[in-house]
T-cell receptor
Framework: EPEVTQTPSHQVTQMGQEVILRCVPI?????FYWYRQILGQKVEFLVS????????KSEIFDDQFSVERPDGSNFTLKIRSTKLEDSAMYFC??????????FGQGTRLTVV | LAKTTQPISMDSYEGQEVNITCSHN???????ITWYQQFPSQGPRFIIQ???TKVTNEVASLFIPADRKSSTLSLPRVSLSDTAVYYC??????????????FGSGTQLTVLP
């Protein structure tokens, strides 16, 4: 079964450092998403991406965040200057059609 | 975006059928109803999706009444491994834009031996 792959599975970074979270969506999918989940809380939408541009973004997705699809296969989320409150699981998802989204296993980001 | 309301938690015993109901009173005409399952430290996993009446697949059934203001996820004969959080989502199906899928608080299902 095709799957969404995320790397790294766990990243520890110091406050103020830049991090890049990587995702390889399913190859024929067209819509891409980043979500985050703070421990014990619900899954929160960050941003959606289609046709090489952002479709929608939430209030969480401020100027510190950016997304790219640099080479037609990878889909990255960059946090420019991490804060303690950015510590969370970050999930990438891709969608071929409708709303059947396939999620990756996530990257656990710990900011210290 | 239609807001959804689900019970915070439910307990069940192995082998029982579990029904989780979700309210979505302001669902729009073009919205579909989708359910996801999430285990701790894993990404949500698609279970089932429907528009109206009943949908069944190998893991669950989804019942949607005529007014579509609620839906019920039915899990037959649950096992301990079905312990997870279950999310009901209402989303517009459209092409040409990546519409966000909004997760509510979900229902923590605990299956007891």
């Amino acid at each position: 079964e095709p799957e969404v792959t995320q790397t790294p599975s766990h990243q520890v970074t110091q406050m103020g450092q830049e991090v890049i979270l990587r995702c390889v969506p399913i190859s024929n999918h067209l819509y891409f998403y980043w979500y985050r989940q703070i421990l014990g809380q619900k899954v929160e939408f960050l941003v959606s991406f289609y046709n090489n541009e952002i479709s929608e973004k939430s209030e969480i997705f401020d100027d510190q965040f950016s997304v790219e699809r640099p080479d037609g296969s990878n889909f990255t989320l960059k946090i420019r200057s991490t804060k303690l409150e950015d510590s969370a699981m970050y999930f990438c998802a891709s969608v071929e059609r409708a709303t059947e989204a396939f999620f990756g296993q996530g990257t656990r980001l710990t900011v210290v | 975006l239609a807001k959804t309301t689900q019970p915070i938690s439910m307990d069940s015993y192995e082998g029982q059928e579990v029904n989780i109901t979700c309210s979505h009173n302001n669902i729009a005409t073009n919205d579909y109803i989708t359910w996801y399952q999430q285990f701790p430290s894993q990404g949500p996993r698609f279970i089932i999706q429907g528009y109206k009446t009943k949908v069944t697949n190998e893991v669950a059934s989804l019942f949607i009444p005529a007014d579509r203001k609620s839906s019920t996820l039915s899990l037959p004969r649950v096992s301990l491994s079905d312990t997870a959080v279950y999310y009901c989502l209402v989303a517009l199906i459209s092409s040409g834009s990546a519409r966000q899928l909004t997760f509510g608080s979900g229902t923590q299902l605990t299956v007891l031996p």
